[in-house]
């Protein structure tokens, strides 16, 4: 079973170690001691504490639609030509890029600052793991 020390679980969090000892100290999240004697969490709780933590913000698109991965965020950068464009959004602690039409660009009126939400449907989705096995 993995186990994460402090600082390894509020980098994957995107909070700070001390904030992860109010929530040990609060209850909030178990911890135990490794072989070092370090505070540690366990993985699979860490997974399901960040789980009911993850709060999406309000889609203010108000479309119903069948995928499910929808990123609420800003756009932090935008670079077109006459043809294609490259548009960053910063979505929580997550960057996406997304390629379009600069005809797209010009009609959503996208440009560094405004909301919009980015919507993934994959069908091909890369799941990697630190030291992964063959």
């Known amino acids: 079973m993995p186990y994460f020390r402090f600082?390894?679980?509020?980098?994957?969090?995107?909070v700070s170690d001390d904030t992860v000892r109010r929530w040990v100290r609060a209850g909030q999240l178990s911890a135990g001691t490794d072989a070092a004697g370090r505070k540690v969490?366990?993985?699979?709780?860490?997974?399901?504490?960040?789980?009911?933590?993850?709060?999406?913000?309000?889609?203010p698109s108000g479309v119903g639609r069948s995928a499910r991965n929808r990123f609420v965020g800003l756009v932090t950068?935008?670079?077109?030509?006459?043809?294609?464009?490259?548009?960053?959004l910063q979505c929580g602690m997550h960057r996406l890029v997304s390629l379009m039409t600069a005809d797209a660009v010009r009609e959503l009126d996208l440009r560094p600052g405004v909301l919009a939400v980015?919507?993934?449907?994959?069908?091909?989705?890369?799941?990697?793991?630190p030291g992964g096995s063959r």
């Not at 600082?7 to 995107?14: H, P």
């Not at 980015?118 to 793991?129: G, P």
Request: glycine content about 4%; cysteine-free.
């Open 7 to 14: 600082s390894e679980a509020s980098r994957l969090l995107g």
């Open 41 to 59: 969490v366990d993985g699979a709780e860490l997974a399901a504490f960040a789980k009911r933590q993850a709060e999406d913000p309000p889609d």
């Open 77 to 88: 950068e935008v670079v077109a030509d006459t043809v294609m464009a490259k548009v960053e």
């Open 118 to 129: 980015a919507v993934v449907k994959a069908t091909h989705v890369v799941v990697e793991t």
